[in-house]
């Protein structure tokens, strides 16, 4: 379980860094994308590590299965420039944390493990 839930924090933290760092949300008082961010990590690691379904996924952590499958769904080319564009404290949009969590994820599974 362990393994696990080490794989959904460094994703996790590193969709924070591609979202442009912790300083910068601090900075800029957007620390309401955190908890969005850590369910995009969470999902992605989910079925990315886990292989799981959609269904499991909005099942264990009780959302609906439309946002799965938005974060999902999500291009992989989301980034710290879309995060330009949206409004502070109404980072609620499973697609965008959800590009920053697969990109996150494609990033950290081409670079070389030690």
């Known amino acids: 379980m362990r393994e696990g ?9 590193a969709a ?6 912790l300083g910068r949300l601090v900075r800029e008082r957007r620390l309401a ?5 850590m369910q995009a990590a969470f999902i992605v690691s989910q079925q990315e590590h886990a ?3 959609v269904e499991d ?4 952590l009780g959302v609906p299965r439309d946002l799965v499958e938005s974060v999902l769904s999500a291009p992989v080319d989301t980034g ?5 564009r949206l409004p502070g404290d109404e980072f609620e949009w499973g697609h965008t944390a959800g590009g920053i969590a697969k ?12």
């Open 57 to 60: 996924i909005a099942d264990d």
């Open 80 to 84: 710290a420039a879309d995060l330009e």
């Open 103 to 114: 990109r996150a994820y494609a990033t950290s599974a081409e670079a070389p493990q030690p």
């Open 16 to 21: 924070v860094d591609a979202a442009g760092g």
């Open 5 to 13: 839930r080490d794989d959904v924090l460094d994703l996790f933290l």
């Open 51 to 53: 292989h799981r379904t």
């Open 33 to 37: 994308w955190l908890p969005s961010l």
